[in-house]
């Protein structure tokens, strides 16, 4: 796979429904947690997803006459992407939206590329901090800042549920790197190791989920929007969006198809306020363009021709020799 290709004009139908698509898949995954744990506890949540979500790309693998890894060495790997990559981020966010609003947890989303510098530059060693980079990683945090509304105070559950929500991205920052580190150069497909990872999280989570949670109800116990949503979370946004991803790095490019990232949040914000009637304070869409900014400038987005690609977020961690935007 080619992954400067850059469309020209006459393209844009190729690709750009697909990009679209994406993002409102990704950028609507917010609502529907927000709806799932009101009758599931954060962690059934995540498993019921998960195991949707798995399920899916082992149709889509055997479709495709794919397979999974054989090698014990990649499944080791892939266990610890599957935790801070799917289980533990997964989980967080639905911890989150009990105390905040989808939206916010849209933004909280977007500061993933953030924490994937730092541990890169220095944990993994798979970065370089140059002058650019750390100036957006400054602009970035600033804008963080600004979403909490630290100058209000902090404290009580709103402010708790924010943290859980950058706790989630943090994971996937520790997820992203480790990736690059450890099983860049692996032969399998993305589609390959996503369905891995998606199989080791949900064996994480069918363990955890009892003594955590309880043994998850039914889905003839709960209401028709939660099984819904959880169908929509895994099949859609865990499983086939996986898929349309790939195509869009495909047909558009990796640094094109990165840019995703920019437009999750404003999905996010989009769907909370027409399906939830949620609404923000005046400093949190502030601090999220502050982010989205320190995040361009620190990939280089900005002032460049052909910007790096952007790591991604909010979906199943993606293989390290395909780096996508989840």
């Not at 019921?48 to 889509?60: D, E, I, K, N």
């Not at 996503?194 to 955890?208: D, K, N």
């Not at 209401?223 to 865990?238: E, I």
């Amino acid at each position: 796979m080619n992954t400067d290709i850059t469309p020209d004009k006459a393209s844009l139908r190729a690709w750009l429904p697909g990009f679209i698509a994406l993002a409102a898949i990704w950028g609507s995954s917010f609502l529907f947690i927000k709806i799932g744990v009101a009758e599931l506890h954060p962690v059934q949540l995540t498993l019921y997803r998960v195991v949707a979500g798995a399920l899916t790309l082992l149709v889509v693998l055997a479709v495709l006459h794919d397979r999974l890894p054989r090698e014990p060495r990649v499944w080791a790997h892939l266990f610890v992407v599957a935790a801070f990559g799917v289980a533990v981020p997964f989980t967080l966010f639905g911890y989150g939206e009990q105390r905040v609003e989808s939206m916010l947890a849209g933004i909280w989303n977007a500061t993933t590329p953030l924490i994937v510098l730092p541990l890169a530059v220095l944990v993994f060693r798979t970065e370089r901090l140059t002058v650019r980079r750390a100036v957006g990683l400054g602009l970035g945090f600033l804008g963080v800042l600004v979403v909490l509304g630290v100058w209000e105070g902090i404290g009580g559950a709103h402010f708790i549920g924010q943290l859980m929500c950058f706790g989630a991205a943090a994971c996937y920052g520790v997820a992203i790197p480790y990736q690059k580190r450890f099983i860049a150069g692996s032969t399998h497909s993305g589609l390959s190791l996503s369905a891995a990872q998606l199989l080791l999280a949900a064996g994480q989570l069918a363990i955890v989920t009892p003594f955590v949670a309880g043994a998850p109800p039914l889905p003839t116990d709960l209401s028709a929007k939660v099984v819904a949503s959880v169908l929509t979370l895994g099949a859609l946004g865990t499983g086939l969006a996986f898929v349309i991803n790939m195509r869009n790095i495909r047909v558009a490019g990796a640094s094109t198809a990165s840019t995703v990232t920019y437009l999750i949040p404003i999905f996010a914000v989009l769907i909370g306020a027409v399906a939830l009637d949620e609404r923000l304070n005046w400093h949190q869409p502030v601090g999220a363009l502050i982010v989205l900014l320190g995040v361009a400038v620190s990939q280089g987005v900005l002032g460049r021709r052909r910007p790096r690609p952007v790591e991604g977020i909010g979906a199943p961690a993606a293989p390290a020799a395909e780096p996508v935007s989840r």
